[in-house]
């Protein structure tokens, strides 16, 4: 829960964002790490929409309220509700993480208000045991419980930079863990002795199912990655199957370790389409079967219900 | 083996190296990735020395020549035996793989002679499977067992960039595994989501041994690094704990993993005596013992062996 300058009104603390104003126009906004993305909202619908590679990292701190203004000249002068990275200590305003079992109740009781009655960002969520942070994706997850998408009990993957595990239970977001494996992709093959090996586009083949089966059978990731230049150097391996092995070896390795947290439960892969169908595909060479879901969709369905528009 | 330009003489291939004049005065060096070490050895004794920062990464292929005269201007224009990544195909002249098992014999046999009688380059070893190569610690693993250092039948852990678990039986290298474990520190230290939290020098604390418990038990590790940063997000860890429990976490799961692999012997670990006592005492939280061993006084015992002078 976080202090806001906004005073509570009467009925549920959900109230409180249909109260601001938001139901008939607004902006909702997806702002993470590297990109940005905008949407103009009016009564459920989208109208107009743009991304951008404004990411918070290319903000400097002094710059967030001219980088939001920027926003509302593109799509109006709309209230804006905000989730993602920009609520992060690297961000524009610090939002409070709310600690899981969280709904969207307890999501959009703890908005925090960078300009009273106008600009509002999403709480990331906190998992106790072990500590844990997400900012984003729970807009996401629970959007897709709202809208449907997803059963009120499953397991949720959400791939990217840091792959976010959720056990979503009776409606609420219970419990999470991130693996660093888009991360760890991304050091290996902008910065190790692996760089030279890892130059192509990901894809799904032999080579990155071979990766996903030697990830699954769980020996040790550090060793394993070695093994892909040293198969190379000594004409075992292919060059050219590097990058979709390697990402096989990762994605496997977190497959493997975190369906075996997570427990039973129809499992749903949700997020960028070009990661969820690798993700799928890894799931499925483990023995289990998973649905993918538009990230896009969620988010939309999540930010319109923390703004009353259901 | 590889093709030599020197003539092979009478008897064995051991005596190759002997006959080609080491036996009086010769210059030793461990030239690796970012360093190199050269040593003036006359009839097995260390007359002179000198350590560098012209580690292969940092002389351009046409320059190997003028940093090998260097060596000789420094100690003396007298034959040179040189060992480590000065052989790879980022080094001077590339010298050919040994296959495992491998002992001192197998090796002194292939060395690789970049000028005739004058300057040779011991070859590195491969492990058939999984795939792996080693340049450097072999000189080490089995100079150790030739002065007795090590005995003819157990396991060495020789941490570094690329920390090598080797089996040693019947007193050859029978095989051996490569860690990414200090590569995957660096990386983290200098380039992820991490950096602003691995700025201290690693020691052995509490943080360093609940990240080795942490590891040997055997969860998956990407998901544990997340958590480092998350638990200080929460105020759950302390920042200048993170630089100790995430090698500890790093070490420990290498630890786990690879003796798992390597089976039953006695331990020792060989190398810099700033990371040996790191494993060794991961290794204890394991529920293993390990020696220590001085990776320089190793690494004497074996080139001489080389080179004949036992």
Redesign the interface.
């Known amino acids: 829960m976080v202090d806001s300058p906004a005073p509570r009104k009467r009925k549920g603390e959900r109230a409180l964002a249909a109260d601001m104003g938001w139901a008939e126009t607004f902006i909702a906004v997806d702002w993470g790490t590297t990109n940005r993305r905008a949407w103009r909202i009016a009564g459920g619908t989208v109208e107009q929409e743009f991304e951008d590679g404004r990411g918070v990292l290319s903000v400097a701190k002094p710059d967030f309220p001219a980088a939001v203004a920027e926003v509302r000249e593109r799509l109006g002068d709309h209230p804006m509700l905000m989730a993602g990275m920009i609520g992060s ?1 690297r961000g524009w305003v610090e939002a409070a ?1 709310v600690p899981c079992p969280a709904g969207l109740d307890e999501v959009a009781a703890a908005l925090t208000w960078a300009e009273p009655a106008r600009t509002a960002i999403v709480p990331g969520l ?2 106790r045991d ?4 997400m900012r984003g994706e729970e807009v996401q997850i629970l959007g897709a419980v709202a809208a449907g998408l997803i059963p009120a009990n499953c397991i949720v993957c959400h791939p990217g930079t ?1 792959n976010k595990w959720a056990v979503v239970a009776d409606g609420k977001l219970a419990r999470f ?5 888009g ?2 992709f991304s ?2 093959k ?4 692996l760089s030279d090996l890892l130059t192509d586009d990901m894809g799904i083949d032999e080579a990155f199912r071979a990766g996903v089966s030697q990830g699954v059978g769980g ?9 892909v230049r ?2 190379v ?2 004409g ?2 292919r060059k050219e199957d590097a990058t979709d092995f390697t990402s096989g070896l ?1 994605i496997g ?2 497959v493997a ?2 369906l075996g ?1 997570a427990g039973d439960g129809e499992v749903f892969v949700m997020g960028r389409p070009d990661l969820t169908r690798l993700y799928a595909a890894a799931i499925a060479i483990a023995g289990r079967e998973a649905s993918e879901i538009d990230g896009e969709a969620a988010f939309l369905a999540g930010i319109k219900a923390i703004a009353g528009q259901t």
């Open positions: 200590t993480y906190s998992n072990p500590p844990d942070v840091h863990r991130t693996v660093m494996t991360e760890m050091l290996l902008e910065h190790s002795i020996r040790a990731l550090t060793a394993e990655l070695f093994s040293a198969g150097l000594l075992r391996r990762l390795t977190d370790a975190s947290e």
